[in-house]
């Protein structure tokens, strides 16, 4: 039968292209946000975080930015890698008066082709 | 250094059995998440501790589930009597505060026949 599910969205990008993945957060308290990679059978891998008081942040070959106006959360991922083949989630999480629960997207498919 | 370790990596049992996952934090992390990952649902946070305390259980789905952390490396998450909708990805986490990321272990598949 049918599987029924969360329909992930799904990304397909040529190697070597840059990928662009979205994300929108809905609590405004948020000021804590994190990127993570989750490749088949394995627990989610954290890629790269932003705080409230930036709204751009580099890592390796990844760049996030945080638009805190329209709540909106992105990952760049420059000349993407049969290896970035995996599932992205993105995470937010409100910092201040102690430590809140985080909360997960869905999260975006990303398929590279070779 | 060793990352967050969860056993066992797979446990096929059937229903009204007891289940006991169990995790080993990241040393020196004082928090502690129990995550359970469906096609259905996503990723549900089910309980976390802080310094081997549960805050927040809300997540936990009924009775049937517990959570214990009686030291500060090492934690538990029992299903008891274990029911074939609790076939799932369990997951355990953890971090070493507030505005840190949360360290994920590769996860226990548990499938209740």
């Known amino acids: 039968g049918e599987s029924v599910g969360l329909h992930l969205p799904t990304l397909s990008v040529q190697e070597g292209d840059n990928s662009i993945i979205n994300c929108a957060y809905s609590?405004?308290?948020?000021?804590?946000f994190i990127w993570y990679k989750q490749e088949s059978g394995k627990g989610p891998q954290f890629i790269i975080d932003i705080r409230s008081n930036m709204d751009k942040r580099q890592g390796q070959r990844v760049t996030v930015l945080l638009n805190k106006t329209v709540k909106h959360l992105s990952l760049q991922i420059a000349a993407t890698q049969p290896g970035d083949s995996a599932v992205y989630f993105c995470?937010?999480?409100?910092?201040?008066?102690?430590?809140?629960?985080?909360?997960f997207g869905i999260g975006t498919k990303l398929q590279v082709i070779p | 250094d060793a990352g967050v370790i969860q056993s066992p990596r797979h446990e096929v049992t059937e229903m009204g059995q007891e289940v006991t996952l169990r995790c080993k934090p990241i040393s020196g992390h004082d928090y502690l998440f129990w995550y359970r990952q469906t096609m259905m649902r996503g990723l549900e946070l089910l309980i976390y501790f802080n310094n081997n305390v549960p805050i927040d259980d809300s997540g936990m789905p009924e009775d049937r589930f517990s959570a214990k952390m009686p030291n500060a490396s090492f934690s538990t998450l029992k299903i008891q009597p274990s029911e074939p909708r609790d076939s799932a990805v369990y997951f355990c986490?953890?971090?070493?505060?507030?505005?840190?990321?949360?360290?994920f272990g590769d996860g226990t598949r548990l499938s209740i026949l």
């Open positions: 609590n405004s308290a948020s000021d804590y």
């Open positions: 995470a937010e999480n409100p910092y201040s008066g102690g430590y809140q629960k985080v909360t």
């Open positions: 986490a953890s971090s070493s505060g507030r505005g840190q990321p949360q360290h």
